[in-house]
């Protein structure tokens, strides 16, 4: 319980326990075989059947929903896990903590039955699809739409960046029922092997390559009425409902990666001569440790903090979008420092600063641009402005 205990948060024996599986899991069977996933552009479906196997997946899904039967703590260790060791490919926690927590929420008895055992074993790969090539941070612009038809009905449209797009066998999808009203958002659940349903080109991206990116085509894809997640026109309440457990996650991972950089950055200029003593001789050398320690321990509290509140029920929202744009930042700062003090040998694949300083710029990106989480805070402070 050593690392666990300085917390200050209720982990118990059982978090410990699943903390080292976790360890053990990304060291046995993730990071062998990242390299490869990256040079396919996926990664295996055994992976994932053996993680859920392990109760790596969903782990906050309930026993009574099909789940390990976890708490968010085992969340947080399970993205801790991940993260910590610069693990990028397999597509874990958008599945986990991105897709399963609308069905949880919002789905039928049915749709759980159907969708969640098979999510929380590895054999149901889940995708969500809010964006489309006109419409990410303005997801009210989306045009991607689905029309009544007898017992349901009919998706047509695309969606872009959609991360495990290629490998999922079920899909989230936003639609609007009504083109000209905004507010029409719906969400269904679309299987993947549902007639006019398309994948398009595995994108190719800067970095994180063993994480499937794709686009995705809807023409005349039917579903039944009972796909329908809530009521027709809950969706953009629903994607609100889950913001700040997905923002404080972002910061969770955001945090641990920041600490892998700086410990193998310590531990690379130790090791690395120069001018005859070792880089961490250098003045700037300490400086810049300095820094990121600084950065990263100020990250820990704040994290760590907002996880208190997020457990008591406290999380307001807005701070969890704080801790979304400080903490993607800081892993910004942290990585490229680190990368800087390896040289030419951090811009190397085979060191994993450079896999991690790539898959931290899009951090700032995702789960709603750090811009947009700048917007919220600011509002919440003087009001929306004439601009
Ligand atoms: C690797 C990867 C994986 C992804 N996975 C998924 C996924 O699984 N599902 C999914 O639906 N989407 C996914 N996305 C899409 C992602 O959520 C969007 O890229 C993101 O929301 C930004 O939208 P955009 O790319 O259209 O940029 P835009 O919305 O066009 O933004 C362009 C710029 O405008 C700025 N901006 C936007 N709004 C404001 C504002 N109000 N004030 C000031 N500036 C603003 C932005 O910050 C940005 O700098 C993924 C993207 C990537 C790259």
Redesign the pocket.
């Known amino acids: 319980m050593d690392s666990l205990s300085k917390r200050n948060l209720p982990f118990q024996e059982e978090h410990q326990i699943y903390q080292d599986q976790i360890g053990r899991f990304v060291l046995e069977e993730l990071l062998p075989n990242e390299v490869r996933w990256e040079d396919q552009g996926y990664v295996d479906r055994d992976a994932w059947l053996k993680a859920g196997a392990n109760g790596l997946l969903c782990p906050s899904m309930s026993n009574e929903d099909g789940g390990p039967g976890g708490d968010f703590l085992h969340a947080v260790l399970m993205i801790e896990g991940l993260a910590r060791h610069g693990v990028s490919g397999p597509?874990f926690f958008?599945h986990s903590e991105?897709v399963t927590p609308y069905i949880i929420k919002f789905g039928t008895v049915e749709q759980k039955a159907r969708w969640l055992p098979k999510m929380a074993s590895g054999e149901v790969i889940g995708?969500?699809?809010?964006?489309?090539?006109?419409?990410?941070?303005?997801?009210r612009g989306m045009r991607t739409h689905a029309t009544r038809a007898e017992g349901g009905w009919l998706i047509n449209g695309q969606?872009?960046?959609?991360?495990?797009?290629q490998t999922s066998d079920l899909v989230v999808v936003?639609a609007k029922t009504d083109l000209a009203d905004k507010n029409s958002i719906t969400l269904f659940l679309v299987d993947t092997t549902t007639k006019g349903f398309q994948r398009g080109r595995n994108?190719e991206?800067v970095g994180?390559h063993g994480?499937d990116?794709s686009e995705l085509f809807f023409e005349n894809v039917f579903v039944p009425d009972d796909s329908v997640l809530g009521q027709p026109g809950d969706g953009f309440k629903q994607l609100m409902h889950g913001l700040a457990r997905e923002r404080l996650s972002i910061a969770i991972g955001s945090q641990a990666r920041a600490e892998a950089a700086l410990k193998w950055t310590i531990d690379y200029v130790q090791q690395r001569e120069i001018f005859g003593a070792p880089l961490s001789d250098m003045q700037n050398t300490r400086f810049t440790l300095a820094e990121m320690q600084t950065d990263v321990e100020v990250g820990r509290a704040f994290v760590d903090d907002m996880l208190r509140q997020y457990l008591d029920g406290k999380l307001e929202p807005t701070r969890a979008s704080m801790g979304k744009l400080w903490l993607t930042e800081m892993l910004g700062r942290v990585a490229d420092k680190g990368l800087q003090m390896h040289g030419g040998w951090g811009y190397m694949r085979e060191f994993p600063i450079s896999r991690l300083w790539v898959a931290a710029r899009?951090e700032r990106?995702?789960?709603?641009?750090?811009?947009?989480m700048?917007?919220i805070i600011g509002r919440s402070l003087v009001g929306r402005g004439k601009a």
Do not use: C
Not at 159 to 165: D, L, R
Not at 365 to 372: K, Q, R
């Open positions: 597509g958008i991105m995708a969500v699809a809010m964006t489309e090539p006109g419409a990410g941070s303005d997801l969606k872009v960046f959609i991360s495990n797009g936003a994108l991206k994180i994480q990116t899009i990106i995702l789960g709603g641009s750090n811009e947009v700048k917007e």
